[in-house]
């Protein structure tokens, strides 16, 4: 399929609600991975890209869609530039949509891919060398997030039972509320259309997190300096013997506003190399984070939360950009 026929034509929209920044994300990877390409490279598993393509842009809006297409394109022009910029050399020759088990594995060969690499798009340029992209697209204009992990992943990570914490007081108040044996659908459903369930939802749900919050830092606390900083390194910035090498694109905007990107490194940057070198200094932010600071830098917030109801759906966890609010003088 010629390239502007297809950024132009995967549609057959209809409206999303909580669905479509996921189904967005995987349009704008694929719609990246296809603009990366262009005409002269080879898109490896075009095939799957292409079919996966169809169906989540079905389930967008037409605006939606433009707006991931648009994103697209920024973040193509600004991942070309970094790579030009940073030793990646000649043109494109492969690209790789690696949202698939064992597609990055297959790709770069037989070295480790490093654990938790988060590259959605891997590219190859005709000098043979992999450089990785790991795509965001946003609304906003502002800093790029560093992970989302699940809260099991991360106390699998640290030999605790984060889930454990609240499991019991999570099913007493379900219980207590007669709707422990809906779905979690049902649950929502049934939670949204009583405000005086939802009230009690809410100050039950903002409890839990709040639990989870102290029983995380209490423990990262017992860990000495540089075990914390392998953790974080690890499971948080994902910067651990990196291979393939990958940065982070985040495209950001919309038509009335326009199109922007904004790319990170995960090694080549102030705050790694801070938390690196300085010492680390954790604090509880919020009702659901644990700040994380070193060298006098805010690094980062490790937040619990819910992914969209709370005491309805699953527990997420996320790494934030902590903002400095000092006023400057």
Partial sequence: MHMKKLLENFRGFVDLEESANTIGADVNEILLGFLLTGDAGTFVNAEEAEETLKDRASRLTRDQYDDQKGRAEAMKDSVLAWADENGFDGAVSKVWWTARPGVLQSAVGARKVSKGNPTDILIQFSDESFLGVSAKSTKKKGEIGFKNPGVGAIGKALN???????????????????IDEMTASERKAYIRANPEVQRQTVQTGTIILNMLRDFLLSHLQTLSDEELRAHLVQNWLDADGIYPYYIKATGHGSPDKGFGAKLLDPIKNDQYKAL???????????????????????????????????????LKMSGDPWKDVRKKT
């Fill in 276 to 314: 690196m070198a300085e010492d680390i200094i954790l604090t509880p932010v919020g009702n659901d984070a644990v700040g994380v600071q070193a060298g006098g830098k805010r690094i980062m917030k490790m937040r619990f939360k819910y992914e969209s109801e709370k005491m309805a759906s699953s």
């Fill in 160 to 178: 605790i039972d984060l889930g454990g914490v609240v499991s019991a007081m999570a099913k007493m108040e379900l219980q207590a509320l007669g």
